[in-house]
């Protein structure tokens, strides 16, 4: 299984044209200053813009193309958003169940797989807090198991460290490698700061200067 994204992602008056290759467990990093097209890209995976043109496949069937759009909710796909976007109104269980709930999942087993993804990312201990009274390091490790519950095809993070201090990268950075590393998931891992994933993968895609 390979992601191949081959086409031209464009936002507004921003358009740049993207030529990558994803395999599994061989995380690739995309970097490059603000206004490049990093999170853009980003979006295009996930199916939330579509491609100017060209194609997004994956392990051979198109995602997006000329002919052919699959809307987000039936990629496959897990986004853990820079801002992290979890339900304020939740705790850190529920946030991390509700993709399961949406699922079909009784609450009994969502929770249940919530609690097992939370223990696995170091956050069993945050699981009946809101995100209000998290830190962004435990907000981050459950955003990362909320993307991962639904077991997705393909993982996309999008500047995960941004809101993690500097103490606690090294133990996200381990955990994300432990996770992407030789698993069975495509994964893209977007930052402007190539020294944020240069122990996370040797693949990066250089999106270069805005425009």
């Known amino acids: 299984m390979s992601l191949v994204v081959d086409g031209v992602v464009a936002r507004g008056a921003f358009s740049r044209v993207v030529s990558i290759s994803i395999e599994p467990g061989r995380p690739v990093g ?6 490049s097209g990093k999170s853009t890209t980003l979006r295009a995976i996930a199916g939330l813009d579509r491609l100017a043109s060209g194609t997004i496949s994956l392990d051979g069937s198109v995602l ?10 039936l990629r496959g796909v897990g986004v853990v958003f820079q801002t992290m976007r979890l339900f304020p109104h939740l705790t850190a269980l529920d946030n991390v169940a509700f993709g399961l709930r949406c699922a079909g999942a009784s609450r009994h087993d969502a929770r249940g797989q919530a609690r097992r993804l939370l223990t696995s990312v170091g956050a069993d201990h945050v699981a009946d807090r809101r995100p209000a009274t998290l830190s962004g390091g435990e907000a981050q490790r459950v955003a990362l198991a909320r993307a ?11 500047e995960p460290f941004a809101s993690v201090d500097a103490d606690s990268r ?4 381990a955990l994300l490698r432990s996770l992407v590393v030789g698993s069975g998931i495509c ?5 402007h700061d190539r020294a944020d994933i240069s122990d996370l993968t040797d693949v990066v895609v250089d999106l270069g200067s805005a425009g």
């Open 148 to 158: 991962l519950a639904p077991s997705p095809r393909v993982l996309l993070l999008d």
């Open 30 to 35: 995309l970097v490059g200053p603000n206004g």
């Open 170 to 173: 090294p133990a996200l950075r």
């Open 187 to 191: 994964s893209v891992i977007v930052s």
């Open 64 to 73: 997006d193309g000329a002919d052919a759009f699959v809307p987000a909710e």
